[in-house]
């Protein structure tokens, strides 16, 4: 069974930094690309990072980039999404999905998500 | 970067009743597309992939058409647990993958 589970939301002040994890389970994790994604309150889904199998293609959306960092360590099947300089447009909650193969774009398992709440 | 346009935005239906959920692309995506469910709470789940394909453990009342710039969601009879916002998204082309806005279903 396909599990993804995310840690480290909570409350920040804007300009702060905060470092999600996500720990995958029942799939051969070193093989497969990771997703970031988040949902804002009162809007959809927005991607914002993927990292593949061994961390040498990352790509971000432009209103991330600079500012968050994905990194994966694939001897603890973990993948963290490292937040700095956070924005309160930033606040969401975030969910880390597995990739269908290691970077097809489609996202097949997603964990149950961790919520960000960036407050000044 | 490839806009998705959902529409409508709001369905609301009854237990049994059929529902239709559309999504455009602003260029062609080919077939890449994918929709996905999100229920309150819970994670959000890929429903049908490559525009026509159901995922796995998918109910067979969901189908998913089209190519190019117009695709449609299909629920044939709708179940209690079918109520949530739907997704569509592109990998045609990426980065970004984008999703559309969503189409809630709720209960009428």
């Known amino acids: 069974q396909v599990l993804l589970v995310e840690s480290g939301g909570g409350e920040v002040q804007t300009g702060r930094s905060l470092r999600l994890s996500c720990v995958a389970s029942?799939?051969?994790?070193?093989?497969?690309?990771i997703h970031w994604v988040r949902r804002a309150p009162d809007k959809g889904l927005q991607w914002i990072t993927f990292i593949s199998h061994d961390g040498g293609r990352r790509d971000y959306a432009d209103s991330v980039k600079g500012r968050f960092t994905i990194s994966r360590d694939n001897s603890k099947n973990t993948v963290y999404l490292q937040m700095n300089t956070l924005r309160r447009e930033d606040t969401a909650v975030y969910y880390c999905a597995k990739d269908h193969d290691d970077g097809s774009g489609e996202l097949d398992y997603w964990g149950q998500g961790t919520r960000v709440t960036v407050s000044s | 970067e490839i806009v998705l346009t959902q529409s409508p935005a709001t369905l609301s239906l009854s237990p049994g009743e059929g529902a239709t959920l559309s999504c455009r692309a602003s260029?062609?995506?080919?077939?890449?597309l994918s929709w996905y469910q999100h229920r309150p709470g819970q994670a959000p789940r890929l429903l049908i992939y490559?525009?026509?394909n159901r995922a796995r453990g998918i109910p067979a009342r969901f189908s998913g058409s089209g190519s190019g710039t117009d695709f449609t969601l299909t629920i044939s009879s709708l179940q209690p647990e079918d109520f949530g916002v739907y997704y569509c998204?592109?990998?045609?082309?990426?980065?970004?993958?984008?999703f559309g806005g969503g189409t809630k279903v709720e209960i009428k």
């Open positions: 998204q592109q990998r045609d082309s990426w980065p970004p993958l984008t």
């Open positions: 490559d525009a026509s």
């Open positions: 260029q062609s995506v080919d077939t890449y």
């Open positions: 029942g799939f051969p994790f070193k093989t497969y690309g």
